[in-house]
């Protein structure tokens, strides 16, 4: 079946706009993480989604970040007034749950490349 | 706050070694520790899980193990292949709390094999 798709593939932007990130999770997979890889940070967890509900957002480094999910599938991560500092690859894993059988092991995406000039 | 650090950060060896990749976690209470590979402009593949209760996985020419006590897993890789060649990342997961699913990830090993 499909895995864990992402859009786009690469983005180049100019600081101060705004981009949106997007991610399909495998279908019926109620959890959904976006991560970050950077250079100098390594990869890094950003925020997570049981259903349309965000219960850690720990990991978003500024309230330039935003992320949402609708209809349990499809989630959006936004950077806003984007920066230099936020170039890096933004991953996206799904997971069956988040508790029982099947929960533990995340699928990720290909991932986009982000680059602010 | 959990620290994942992954020895060495680069390897290069000859086809057919044996090889270990070393994992280290400053927290123990760990639900469970997955490796991953990730070739060069691709996403993760999740090669190994061992949960908390566990002491090692095996699948193929790999197997992890895992000591939750002194913080430690590794990566066996047997009869290594050029095809091996990827970086090799190591996370664990918390959980508890908020922390469902949350992966702290290491720096990761590169690892290259050469004909």
């Known amino acids: 079946g499909a895995g864990v798709s992402q859009s786009p593939s690469n983005k180049v932007t100019e600081k101060g706009k705004d981009v949106e990130l997007r991610c399909d999770p495998i279908s019926g997979h109620t959890a959904l993480y976006w991560y970050r890889q950077s250079l100098g940070q390594g990869l890094e967890f950003l925020i997570y989604?049981?259903?349309?509900?965000?219960?850690?957002k720990s990991g978003l480094p500024s309230d330039r970040f935003s992320a949402e999910r609708t209809g349990g599938s499809v989630s959006t991560l936004t950077i806003q007034r984007t920066q230099q500092e936020d170039s890096a690859v933004y991953l996206c894993a799904s997971s069956l749950g988040i508790t029982g059988k099947g929960a533990y092991e995340q699928y990720f995406g290909p991932g986009t490349r982000l680059t602010v000039t | 706050k959990q620290e994942v650090t992954q020895i060495p950060a680069a390897l290069s060896v000859p086809e057919g070694e044996n090889l270990v990749l070393n994992c280290s976690f400053t927290?123990?209470?760990?639900?469970?520790l997955q490796w991953f590979r990730q070739d060069p402009g691709k996403g993760l593949t999740s090669l190994l899980l061992?949960?908390?209760?566990?002491r090692e996985q095996t699948s193929g020419r790999l197997n992890a193990s895992l000591d939750k006590s002194s913080g430690r897993s590794t990566l066996y890789i047997a009869a290594s292949q050029p095809g091996d060649s990827a970086t090799y990342l190591c996370a664990v997961d918390l959980r508890g709390g908020t922390s469902y699913g949350k992966l702290t990830f290491g720096q990761g090993t590169i690892l290259t094999v050469h004909p």
């Open positions: 989604f049981q259903g349309n509900s965000a219960p850690d």
């Open positions: 927290d123990s209470a760990i639900y469970n």
């Open positions: 061992i949960q908390s209760s566990q």
